[in-house]
Structures are given as structure tokens and as C-alpha cells.
């Protein structure tokens, strides 16, 4: 039943309780679990209140909070449900009751063993010992077992003529499991636990999710493994899950199938066609289709004395490159057999019984990774999914130099504290199990799905109107002006989106990341020069491109951001160890920089990701952060101009300020807990009681253990710039609407208008303790001044933000956005002036200013001269 879905907000507004769905890419192509997450505006939906998708057929609805409004109704829901095949393409979420679920996920737990039934399968999972699946069954009939993790362990003595190299297997321990959620449709088990060796040591911490959904014979698997290597001493040489799956049937009716470039290939472990029988004997076809073929035949029995291949890997080397190779058994040679551009990354094992199907998601992109089958004509079959295979060089850690370059090549400290101690790598497995050997195409469209799962999200102007996301704007292709700058911010996108795929931007550690700054003379990017290498969050382009997916809801620029997030969030922040809580600054490796800093580990980077996918992992990565100025108190950001211990630490007002909000801001939201929100408005009154508000310091000194800025004076070291850079102006616009602090709103806006003083203005304003010299990269500042022109109606000021972005001089960002072909070490699109600072600010800025000043565009001469230039010049970059 549903209730009047009409809610009266402050001002007499009527505001609809529901939300229209669709699917970001298509629907599950067969009977299969979803988990998304839906915004409300402010009062909608109240604590205890119940949603449901509104129809006559629709899937019962598991809904839970995932954050809440300041007035404690609540800002986004987390939801899963079953969908069937073909199940339509739109929904409308609202309030009601959803019908009895028709199956449910049981789950039961023991004192060592938790038992998971979603009434397709059945999986015993371990609390302890290096099983992790102790086994899946279907029907009572046992499908695999011994699901566990495994890490080698490379070490290295010898001298300059000999060199030697042991390996070390390294197996999963577990030391704790969980029932994380238990519901109706959809139940999740957090599995902690280390590698262990047979000397007893343990290496690598590990977390894992199993996501399990009632009536589905399929499991998803989130792997999290964290990095404890001595750089010096230890390389990883290989990192898998693996498990026996057991089969049934002769040899001839074994089967391997992969998930190659477009299709699938597929092999028998003893193959139907001999010297006698060596045309096409139908029997062969029906085998090579992965069916089972029976015994009674001359082609069958003359096929017994085939060879039996029973071991199989396809190894993805490159991101244009795999290789399948297969051998009869352990002593003999592997056999090439084919080779290939890029893998799905899906393997199936099967025999008589059914089989297993492994995905690894992201197979190619994060390169090098395998699929491996052993003993597949053998009792029990051992399936591993490499993350990363052993047959690639070993993981190395160590430093690009054995020296900073601070001066030369932009490198954030002269302190060597290049470590990959404390990051993190997350990866995601597909498993299901067939109680009958499925066709190819099912294969095929199981590799798709697993590539790109589907995902439910709204229409950008549902998400626009809740104001559950913070500051920015709806598409406008209507005016000419805002027509031609989202043509620019769309060009942008699409220069980047063929970046990661013509500069190769792919691999285990890499990919999601983008680079820093274009070498117009070597037509290649910065790779090898300090911090203008990988970007690692600079100037957060996550930002761009959460706020790009959220006006379009285009799924190529969701699946960017996604990827930029699940790196950034994992690999270039610290979970444990000296840096718990913070992130490593742009670098030729994305752990090299010596600035460590909560400017790249900010939870604001990641929170849309995870309101969109109540992903579990990225939940954890917000925790983490949640008390990152605690940091301070052993690494202080400004140790290199204030050595002396006046102070417990210190703190720019931004970026460490900006991202300490950020980060208490996303667990307020999300939990409710008033201590965060207490810190926030510690600082503001902190700010309200100095002569220059937000204009002070920009460096304060600060007490972590009271969350406390401390005056000590303004205009010294830190740079204005840098306060606005990092997503400041983002944190604090939506802090502004939250807090409804009107005081803190004309903060905002005497930031904004200040930064484009003359000097002279800006010298009189403050007393002569501010002045240009301090306030560099005018751009940057667009939004805020923008933020004041709105909050004024000060159109004069308005002209000067629009300024800002369409005068080259100013913006860095010459119009049009055209890239240029070059015939170079290979023909190269590229623009020679590009920067991912600049790009990533300037379109960022963009989108708020369009947003902020839609009823104060710039005079009509202006608008005409840049709408006139991006005509004359289309190829110009």
C-alpha cells in the first residue's frame, strides 16, 4: 500500500516523497541482485518510514539509511533487490510497503563457520583457519571448496654476477568474520584476517566481502588486500584467490571455457577429434559448445587415447595483450594456444555436474592478471583468479631515486618518506555456480554484466532537486553562452576518457589515476618528473568528475569516476601505519611524495561513490578518515616553516582544515554523531572571532586533540591559493546550506570578493597584512567569487568570476578545448598546454559558476566575443 507521496517543505513548497529510476547502463540480463543508493530532499523521508518500488510485480525492496539531514530525516537510502531478466527499464521509488519477500537469504552462524543459504546456493564460510569458502553447494550437492587467498613472497640474495630468488607461498589466516548485513534479500559477510607462511609469519592484512542475494546462485567478492613489505627485502610476486571446484564426468566432458575479446573460446581437457575422425563429426561441436557428449561412440572411444590437457591459464600481460596457454600436467611443457587484444576476465570450469564461473572485474585495466584451471580432468579442480600472476615481475616498491627533487622537479618535500606501507588495492570477483553447463552466450553476457554491473540511479534533475549533493548545475543547452561552455566541459571529458586509453593509463597500481602535467616536447606525459607525474587527487578532479556524471548521469563518466575513486581512496591513502588517515601527494609513484597530506585522503573525494553504491569498502575508507587530524600530531604539514613546538601542530585553514570539515561533515551525515558536528562549528566560531575571518592565517596552530585552530597571525605561510584548490569551496558551500549559518555565508563571500582586490584594496582591507603576492591562481577562485556575486547581487563582481574563466589570461585554459593530431613517435592526439590542475579547476569552477550566476551572465559583448572565438578556432590547442 502507498501512502500521499506530497511533503510541504519550509516556504510552502511541495516537494514529491519519490524518486524515478532507470539504469545506468541496461538491466541484469538474467536474475540477479542490485545494490544502489537514492538521495531525498530535506524532510521527505523520516526515520522508520518504509519505501518500496511502486509496482503490481516488483521486487521486494531492502532499504537502509545511509545518511541523514541536520533536522534527523534522512538524506540517502541504501537499497537491494532481486530483479528477473527483462525487468523493465524505469521504476518510481516510494513510500509504502513492499510485499513479503518470495525468498530470503538465511543465514546462520556457528562457533566456527557461518552458513549463508540463498535457496540457489549454499556456502559455508570459515571464522578461522585459511579457508575462507570451506564450500559452496547446490542442492545438497558439494560444487567447490577451500576458497582461500594466496600471496608469494619473493626475496633476492646474491652479487653482481649471480642472482638468486626464492618464493615464499604465503596462505590466508583468518582471524575474524562477520554477518555484516542480514537481510531479507541481500546478506554481506566481512572476512579480516593476514597471509601466514609455514614458518608462521604472517604478510599482507587482508579484508573480504561476500555479497550474497536470495534466490541467486552467484557471489560477489570484494578483495582488499593492504601492503606491510619491507620495499628493501620483499617483492610480491603473486597475489590470487583460489578454490577446488568439484566436478564430475570423463575427461571429454571436462570443460574450460574463457571470455575473450568478443566471445567465447572454449576447449576440452581430452578433445573428440583424431586422426580417424578428423572431419567435423558433430560430436566434436557439441563438445567444443561445452555440452556433455555421451560415451556410446567409435568417435568417442577412439578419442580416449587423445592426450588429456588438464592445466590452463590466460594470462592478461598488457592492456592490449593476453596469451592462453595449457599443458597435459605438472613436467611438461605449456603449449601456447591463442592470443588476444583484451580479455572480459571471465574463466568457467565445468563437467557432467555443472561448473564454476570466476570474474575478475577490471581484468585488462588492471593488468597483469590471470585465470588458472589445474587438474581440470582430475577429482577436484583448482581454480585461481591472479590478481596479480606470478608470471609478471614481482611488485617493487622501492623509490624511482635515491634523492628528492623538491627544486627541480616539483616534489612536495625534501624528506625521502617514499613508502608503500599502509596502502591498499581493491579488486572485485564474480563466482557462480551452474547446476548445468551454461551456453556461451550466458558466459558472454555473465562477462559483460560482471564488467559492468548494473546500477540504478535517478535523472540529474531529481538529483539537482533534493540539494543532497552540494553546489552545482543542471545541463544548459538553451543560452548560447552556457551552450557553448558545457560543448567545452564536454570536450574535456572526452579528452581525458581517450587519454587513459591512448597513453595506456591501466594497470594493478595505476588504473583510475590520471596524469599531472603534458610534455609538449617529448609528446608524452610528465611520467618520470617528480610531482608532475600521477595526480593522485591534486586539485580534485574526482570532484569534476562526481559533478560531471551527476548533471549527465552518463554511465562512461560514471565508470571514470568510479575507477578514479576505488584508486585514489585505496592506493594513494594510508589505512594503517605513520600515515593512518592521510594521502601521498602527485608523484612518478603514487607513494613516493614526502608531503603526506589530508587534502588527498578527504572523505568528500569519495562520498559520492559511496552514496550511490552503498559500496561497504568505500564506507570503511570514510571511517578511516573521519579522525585524520589526529595525523598532526606526528607529521605536522607545515613542519618545513614552523620547526618550533609552540603549538601541538599546525593546520592551514585550507586544504587541512577544508578536508578535516569534509571529513567530519561525511560522518555526521552518515552516522548522526553531533561530536563531528561540533568540531565543525568549532573551528567556524574560531574563524568568527578573528578580524579577518576566513581571510586569517592562512596557518594556524592546531591542537588534534581538541580539533582547535589557533590565531597566530595573518598573511603568513600557506597561500590562498591553496585553500581554495582542494575542494574547499565545495566542502564550505555545502556546509553553508546545512548549517543555515548566514554569518558563515557572508564568510564565504567576503573570501570570494577579497581574492579579486586589487592590491591595493586588499593591502587597505587588512590592515597591509595581505596583498597579491598572496593570492595566486585568480581561477581557482571562481566559485567563490561567484558564491559572493550571488549573495550580494553584486553584478560587478559577478563580470569578474565570469572573467576568470573565459579570459585565457586568467583562466590557463585557452577556448576552444580542441585537441590536435601529431605525427610523433605515433600519431598522438594531444593538447600541448594541458595540465589536469588547470582542466580539472577550470571545469569545476565551470559547473558552479554556471550554477551560481545563471541570472548574472557576463555583458553581451563578452559572450559574444568567446561564443564568436570557439567558432573561428575549432582546432586550436
Known amino acids: 500500500m502507498f501512502t500521499d507521496q506530497s511533503v510541504e517543505q519550509k516556504g510552502g513548497t511541495l516537494v514529491k516523497a519519490q524518486a524515478e529510476l532507470k539504469w545506468l547502463n541496461r538491466a541484469p540480463a538474467a536474475f540477479g541482485g542490485v545494490t544502489w543508493g537514492v538521495p531525498w530532499a530535506k524532510g521527505v523521508l523520516q526515520k522508520g518510514e518504509t519505501v518500496a518500488i511502486a509496482s503490481e510485480n516488483a521486487p521486494y525492496l531492502q532499504t537502509w539509511p545511509l545518511a541523514y539531514w541536520p533536522d534527523g530525516s534522512i538524506k540517502w537510502t541504501g537499497h537491494a533487490a532481486v530483479f528477473p531478466k527483462e525487468s523493465g527499464s524505469r521504476f518510481t521509488l516510494q513510500k509504502g510497503e513492499s510485499g513479503a519477500p518470495k525468498t530470503g537469504v538465511h543465514v546462520s552462524e556457528q562457533k566456527d563457520e557461518i552458513t549463508v543459504n540463498t535457496g540457489a546456493i549454499v556456502c559455508k564460510l570459515g571464522k578461522s583457519g585459511p579457508a575462507l569458502i570451506r564450500s559452496i553447494s547446490i542442492s545438497g550437492e558439494m ?56 614458518g608462521m609469519d604472517v604478510w599482507l592484512p587482508f579484508t573480504v566481502r561476500l555479497s550474497f542475494y536470495a534466490g541467486v546462485p552467484s557471489i560477489r567478492i570484494v578483495h582488499t588486500i593492504f601492503v606491510d613489505c619491507d620495499a628493501e627485502t620483499e617483492w610480491i610476486k603473486g597475489l590470487g584467490l583460489e578454490m577446488s571446484a568439484v566436478l564430475s564426468g570423463a575427461p571429454r566432458n571436462r570443460h574450460i571455457r574463457y571470455a575473450a575479446d568478443g566471445g567465447i573460446y572454449g576447449e576440452a581437457s581430452q578433445l573428440l577429434v583424431t586422426r580417424r575422425f578428423n572431419e567435423i563429426n558433430g560430436f566434436y561441436e557439441r563438445q567444443i559448445a561445452g555440452q556433455p557428449v555421451p560415451e556410446e561412440s567409435e568417435v568417442v572411444r577412439d578419442a580416449a587415447r587423445n592426450a588429456v590437457w588438464n592445466d590452463f591459464k590466460l594470462i592478461q600481460d598488457s592492456p592490449v595483450h593476453w596469451r592462453l596457454k595449457k599443458r597435459t600436467g605438472k613436467g611438461c611443457a605449456w603449449v601456447d594456444a591463442i592470443q588476444g587484444g583484451r580479455a572480459k576476465g571471465v574463466m568457467y570450469a565445468g563437467g557432467e555436474n555443472g561448473g564454476i564461473a570466476l570474474g575478475l572485474r577490471n581484468f585488462f585495466e588492471k593488468y597483469p592478471s590471470s585465470l588458472e584451471a589445474q587438474g581440470l580432468a582430475g577429482g577436484e579442480t583448482k581454480l585461481t583468479v591472479w590478481f596479480w600472476p606470478p608470471e609478471a615481475e614481482a611488485m617493487d616498491f622501492r623509490h624511482y631515486s635515491k634523492d628528492t627533487h623538491v627544486e627541480s622537479a616539483y616534489e612536495g618535500f625534501a624528506e625521502m618518506r617514499s613508502t608503500a606501507v599502509g596502502i591498499a588495492n581493491t579488486s572485485e570477483v564474480s563466482l557462480a555456480c551452474f547446476a548445468n553447463p551454461p551456453s556461451d552466450e550466458e558466459l558472454n553476457r555473465a562477462a559483460d554484466e560482471w564488467q559492468n554491473p548494473p546500477l540504478l540511479i535517478c535523472e540529474p534533475d531529481y538529483y539537482y532537486h533534493t540539494r543532497a549533493l552540494g553546489v552545482w548545475s543542471l545541463k544548459d543547452k538553451q543560452r548560447p553562452l552556457s551552450a557553448a561552455l558545457e560543448d567545452q566541459l564536454d570536450e574535456a571529458l572526452k579528452f581525458y576518457m581517450n587519454e587513459v586509453d591512448q597513453r595506456n593509463w591501466y594497470g594493478y597500481w595505476h588504473y583510475g589515476d590520471v596524469m599531472h602535467t603534458y610534455d609538449a616536447v617529448r609528446h608524452v606525459w610528465r611520467y618520470d618528473l617528480g610531482g608532475y607525474a600521477w595526480q593522485n587527487t591534486e586539485l580534485v578532479p574526482n570532484l569534476w568528475l562526481w559533478q560531471s556524471f551527476f548533471r549527465s548521469g552518463r554511465e562512461d563518466v560514471f565508470r571514470m569516476a568510479e575507477a578514479m575513486t576505488r584508486h585514489t581512496s585505496e592506493v594513494d591513502c594510508y589505512h594503517f601505519g605513520e600515515y593512518k588517515g592521510l594521502g601521498s601527494r602527485h608523484n612518478v609513484l603514487h607513494w613516493g611524495c614526502g608531503c603526506k597530506e589530508a ?172 596583498h597579491d603576492d598572496l593570492f595566486h591562481w585568480p581561477m581557482f577562485s571562481a566559485a567563490m567569487a561567484a558564491y559572493a556575486a550571488r549573495l550580494r547581487q553584486d553584478r560587478k563582481l559577478a563580470e569578474k568570476a565570469w572573467r576568470l574563466l573565459l579570459d585565457e589570461k586568467q583562466s590557463h585554459t585557452p577556448l576552444p578545448i580542441s585537441p590536435k593530431q601529431v605525427h610523433a613517435w605515433k600519431t598522438i592526439t594531444e593538447i600541448p598546454w594541458v595540465t589536469t590542475n588547470c582542466v580539472s579547476q577550470w571545469c569545476l569552477n565551470t559547473i558552479a559558476v554556471l550554477e551560481l550566476l545563471k541570472d548574472m551572465p557576463p555583458d553581451q559583448d563578452m559572450q559574444e566575443k568567446i561564443i564568436q572565438a570557439m567558432k573561428d578556432h575549432p582546432a586550436r590547442a
Open 599 to 770: 587534502r588527498i585522503s578527504m572523505a568528500g573525494l569519495h562520498k559520492p561513490y559511496y552514496f550511490l553504491t552503498a559500496d561497504e569498502r568505500t564506507g570503511d575508507v570514510l571511517t578511516e578518515v573521519k579522525d585524520a587530524d589526529r595525523a598532526l600530531e606526528t607529521l605536522d604539514p607545515m613542519r618545513a616553516y614552523y620547526s618550533e613546538k609552540e603549538f601541538p601542530a599546525h593546520a592551514r585553514v585550507g586544504p587541512d582544515w577544508a578536508a578535516f570539515c569534509s571529513n567530519w561533515l561525511t560522518e555526521w551525515e552518515r552516522t548522526g554523531d553531533e561530536a563531528y558536528l561540533d568540531k565543525i562549528k568549532r573551528g567556524i566560531s574560531r574563524l568568527k572571532e578573528l578580524p579577518l575571518r576566513l581571510l586569517s592565517g592562512p596557518t594556524f596552530g592546531y591542537d588534534p586533540n581538541a580539533s582547535d585552530l589557533i590565531h597566530m597571525g595573518d598573511g603568513n605561510h600557506g597561500g590562498y591559493h591553496m585553500v581554495i584548490a582542494f575542494g574547499a569551496p565545495q566542502t564550505w558551500m555545502e556546509l553553508a546550506e546545512l548549517l543555515k549559518d548566514d554569518e558563515w555565508k557572508e564568510m564565504l563571500g567576503e573570501f570570494g570578493e577579497f581574492y579579486l582586490l586589487t592590491d591595493e584594496e586588499k593591502r587597505k582591507r587588512s590592515g597591509g597584512k595581505l
Open 143 to 198: 560444487m567447490a571448496k577451500e576458497g582461500r587467498l594466496i600471496a608469494l613472497k619473493e626475496t633476492r640474495s646474491g652479487s653482481d654476477s649471480q642472482s638468486m630468488y626464492h618464493i615464499d607461498r604465503f596462505e590466508s589466516m583468518v582471524k575474524r568474520a562477520a554477518i555484516e548485513q542480514n537481510g531479507p534479500v541481500k546478506t554481506v559477510i566481512k572476512i579480516e584476517g593476514v597471509h601466514r607462511g609455514e
